[in-house]
């Protein structure tokens, strides 16, 4: 391992994977504030700490098993799904809360960022794997320093969500993106989606008239979450507004 720190390719290599966990990152920041938005200061910090510290370590232990994870099928269709349900849900207003203990809230918000962090880290493994050349020092080293890098992103969008709220709109919108491009992107639908005159390019991605197929998947499972997160949360504002009225009456009687 010491012989490993003085060679000039590591180092070279660790520039590497840090660029990459910052570019990489970005979507895991994004899953972590949206899922903490709704919690009380102290508790957004508690679950971005431990939001963070678990999207390195997925990374870190799905790098290790990335090949084999990616070439099996249906995994991919299968985490694309639960990254719908967890956009349109993160789109979906909270309730107040007066009532819920507020450690039930935290660990929600937790559950929540692991189950993202565990599909969206699929499909960035690869990159970090790459960028590793295969030294599991490296590899965790250089994840181990993310960990700063995600938090602050987090906390960002924590601020900026609280002055534009459409950053949250946006936020989902990227969680259906990903989705989308996941979902069209799995290996056991290559043989269909090519019954379907899908041409694919010299690394596998899927091809329509030379046009990307993942990028209108993403555009299109986009959609797809925005308009449903937004229908959802009007029809529980709705409700809740309904609601109010008739509990109103109640307590006066």
Same mark, same amino acid.
């Not at 969680?175 to 996941?182: K, Q």
């Given at each position: 391992?010491?012989?490993?720190?003085?060679?000039?390719?590591?180092?070279?290599?660790?520039?590497?994977?840090?660029?990459?966990?910052?570019?990489?990152?970005?979507?895991?920041?994004?899953?972590?504030?949206?899922?903490?938005?709704?919690?009380?200061?102290?508790?957004?910090?508690?679950?971005?700490?431990?939001?963070?510290?678990?999207?390195?370590?997925?990374?870190?232990?799905?790098?290790?098993?990335?090949?084999?994870?990616? *070439? =099996?099928?249906? +995994?991919? /269709? &299968?985490? #694309?799904?639960? @990254?719908?349900?967890? %956009?349109?849900? $993160? !789109?979906?207003?909270?309730?107040?809360?007066?009532?819920?203990?507020?450690?039930?809230?935290?660990?929600?918000?937790?559950?929540?960022?692991?189950?993202?962090?565990?599909?969206?880290?699929?499909?960035?493994?690869?990159?970090?794997?790459?960028?590793?050349?295969?030294?599991? *020092? =490296?590899?965790? +080293?250089? /994840? &181990?320093? #993310?960990?700063? @890098?995600?938090?602050? %992103?987090?906390? $960002? !969008?924590?601020?900026?969500?609280?002055?534009?709220?459409?950053?949250?709109?946006?936020?989902?919108?990227?969680?259906?993106?990903?989705?989308?491009?996941?979902?069209?992107?799995?290996?056991?639908?290559?043989?269909?989606?090519?019954?379907?005159?899908?041409?694919?390019?010299?690394?596998?991605?899927?091809?329509?008239?030379?046009? #990307?197929?993942? @990028?209108?998947?993403?555009?299109?499972?986009?959609?797809?979450?925005?308009?449903?997160?937004?229908?959802?949360?009007?029809?529980?504002?709705?409700?809740?507004?309904?609601?109010?009225?008739?509990?109103?009456?109640?307590?006066?009687?």
């Amino acid at each position: 391992m010491l012989e490993e720190l003085y060679a000039q390719a590591f180092w070279v290599g660790l520039l590497k994977i840090i660029g990459v966990n910052i570019v990489l990152s970005g979507d895991n920041a994004v899953v972590i504030a949206l899922a903490a938005r709704s919690l009380p200061p102290r508790q957004q910090k508690a679950a971005i700490f431990w939001g963070a510290g678990a999207a390195v370590v997925l990374r870190i232990i799905l790098t290790i098993f990335a090949v084999a994870l990616l *070439t =099996l099928p249906w +995994l991919k /269709l &299968a985490g #694309s799904l639960l @990254l719908f349900w967890i %956009g349109i849900k $993160l !789109l979906i207003p909270e309730e107040d809360g007066e009532n819920i203990d507020a450690s039930e809230n935290l660990i929600a918000a937790i559950k929540t960022i692991l189950i993202a962090d565990l599909v969206m880290s699929i499909d960035n493994v690869i990159a970090v794997a790459a960028a590793a050349q295969g030294s599991y *020092t =490296l590899l965790i +080293l250089g /994840l &181990a320093i #993310s960990i700063p @890098l995600v938090i602050f %992103g987090s906390t $960002l !969008l924590l601020h900026l969500m609280e002055r534009w709220p459409v950053i949250i709109t946006v936020g989902g919108g990227l969680l259906g993106f990903v989705a989308g491009e996941m979902l069209v992107a799995d290996p056991a639908l290559k043989d269909w989606l090519a019954g379907l005159g899908v041409d694919f390019d010299g690394e596998g991605r899927p091809r329509v008239a030379g046009l #990307s197929l993942e @990028l209108a998947a993403g555009a299109l499972g986009a959609a797809i979450v925005v308009l449903a997160g937004k229908w959802l949360a009007k029809r529980k504002l709705a409700s809740a507004a309904a609601s109010q009225p008739a509990a109103a009456e109640r307590s006066k009687t």
